[in-house]
């Protein structure tokens, strides 16, 4: 619930100018003056110019719009993915122990493929920062190559691989959403 004090400072940002309205700032040299002359004075800026290349259209269009749009359109892909994976699930548990124990794994990997997909697809939209799950995918998908893959390594050896991993995807995935939204380096949406 939003205070008295809060309705304020709203209804006094509201009240004000729009950022590109255009109108001229007042210097020093120009205060009190108007006129047909003031754009073309050396002292006067508009507010258009005076903005900054994080207030750009481009960025504030991205910040306030919905969600990142799928690259393949409106069809439901991911939504689709989800519903095969859960029907893979569900159904694992009802099939003989072989089959059942692949529909079980099968659907674990599609929900998470599908999980993955939008998170990556947010995160470097600059929608919300999706830091850690895309830096833990990375570290298990390094220790698990590296578990399976390579059978004369420790375990121990294998899981310092997947945390420095982990570390240098966070690292990278931090800067690339910070490059995406503005300086952000996290964002909370409700």
């Given amino acids: ?6 309705r304020k400072k709203r209804r006094r940002r509201q009240s004000r100018a729009p950022a590109g309205s255009g109108q001229p700032i007042a210097s020093a040299s120009t205060a009190g003056r108007t ?23 481009r960025r504030s269009a991205r910040r306030t719009d919905g969600p990142p749009p799928a690259p393949w359109g409106s069809f439901p892909l991911t939504e689709l993915v989800v519903l095969v994976a859960l029907i893979m699930l569900v159904g694992g548990f009802f099939v003989s122990p072989p089959r059942g124990a692949i529909m079980i794994g099968t659907g674990l ?4 493929l599908a999980g993955l997909e939008l998170s990556a697809r947010e995160h470097f939209a600059g929608y919300r ?13 390094v220790f698990g190559g590296l578990f399976v893959g390579v059978s ?3 375990p121990a050896i294998c899981a310092a691989a997947g945390a420095l991993a982990f570390g ?5 995935f931090a800067s690339a959403f910070g490059r995406r939204s503005g300086g952000a380096r ?5």
Avoid: C, N
């Fill in 129 to 141: 920062s999706h830091t850690l799950l895309l830096a833990g995918a990375v570290g298990m998908l």
């Fill in 1 to 6: 619930m939003t205070t008295k004090r809060q």
């Fill in 168 to 172: 240098g995807s966070a690292w990278f």
């Fill in 152 to 154: 004369a390594l420790h």
């Fill in 35 to 57: 006129g047909a002359g003031d754009a073309e004075r050396p002292g006067s800026e508009t507010l258009s110019a005076a903005r900054g290349p994080a207030d750009s259209p």
């Fill in 109 to 112: 990997v599609l929900g998470s």
């Fill in 186 to 190: 996290y964002k909370i949406r409700v």
